[in-house]
């Protein structure tokens, strides 16, 4: 069947770098979703779709519920995240308390840690792939620069976006724990409301990625607690061998002070 055959397509929910999402409603049952076009042609097309069947466990994660294709495009039907990206709640919110703080930083981590357990590294963390359901639940989205890996395998490709990209992706030899700098990337911006890592061109982006220190200067860090720049400092350390894992991001004390104890 093809797709406006069972769904009405209604209007743009956002757009990306492949292709637009849309909203659309079941036929049958008028049911909404979220519909994401992929144009075809690509390998990396099939490796999103593969990957979001494969992760279509877990309530953290953007369920994927049916996928079309014609002669040019895909067409992957989603779960509906109608509240928007975390990024333009950020921009409504400016800073968030440290228990808010919290409970974002936990909802990402129990997700991350199940794509972690299923093989599947994210490669693109960030307020533009954190989607808002109307029940309050954060989803991750965007799998289109995810890769399977098995145990122990490193990666080399270069990709991610610049602000979020962990040092070691720049040098192109990496594993999972790239996801868990980007979310310390996003943990500092929910704490003081700027970027760690900042410049005027990819170079200088790129070349305090890989020297500036934190140093929890400046009038915003003054109201910040040392549990939480002792977990911010955990996950964006350079060093990948005491970095956290997701679980060990899920297990800081920090966390566990401010949100409710779960599995
Ligand atoms: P791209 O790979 O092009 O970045 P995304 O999968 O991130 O595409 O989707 C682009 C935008 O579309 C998202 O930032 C979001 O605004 C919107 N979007 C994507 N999936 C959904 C969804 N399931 N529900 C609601 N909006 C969505
Ligand atoms: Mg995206
Ligand atoms: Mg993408």
């Not at 979001?52 to 877990?58: A, E, I, K, R, V």
Request: overall charge negative; hydrophobic content about 40%.
């Amino acid at each position: 069947k093809k797709i406006n055959q069972v769904y009405e397509l209604d209007k743009t929910l956002g757009k990306g770098k492949f292709g637009s999402v849309v909203l659309c409603r079941s036929k049958s049952t008028g049911e909404e979703f979220a519909c994401k076009t992929l144009k075809k042609g690509e390998e990396i097309v099939h490796r999103e779709v593969e990957i979001m069947q494969h992760l279509s466990g877990h309530p953290g994660v953007v369920t994927l519920k049916a996928v079309y294709e014609d002669a040019e495009s895909f067409y992957l039907v989603m779960e509906l995240c109608s509240e928007g990206r975390l990024l333009d709640q950020m921009a409504r919110e400016g800073l968030y308390s440290e228990q808010k703080a919290a409970h974002i930083i936990k909802e990402v981590m129990l997700a991350v840690r199940y794509c972690h357990e299923m093989g599947v590294v994210h490669r693109d963390i960030k307020p533009e792939n954190i989607l808002l359901t109307t029940s309050g639940q954060m989803k991750l989205a965007d799998f289109g620069l995810a890769v399977r890996i098995l145990d122990g395998q490193r990666l080399t490709g270069i990709v991610g976006s610049p602000a979020y990209v962990a040092p070691e992706v720049l040098v192109g030899n990496y594993s999972e724990k790239v996801d868990i700098w980007s979310a310390g990337v996003l943990l500092h911006a929910l704490l003081v409301g700027v970027l760690p890592f900042h410049g005027d061109s990819l170079d200088t982006v790129f070349e305090a990625i890989k020297k500036d220190k934190l140093d929890f200067v400046g009038g915003a860090w003054e109201s910040v607690s040392q549990p939480a720049r002792d977990l911010l400092s955990k996950m964006l350390t350079r060093n990948i061998s005491t970095r956290l894992t997701a679980d060990g991001v899920l297990r800081h004390p920090w966390i566990s002070f401010y949100t409710e104890p779960s599995l």
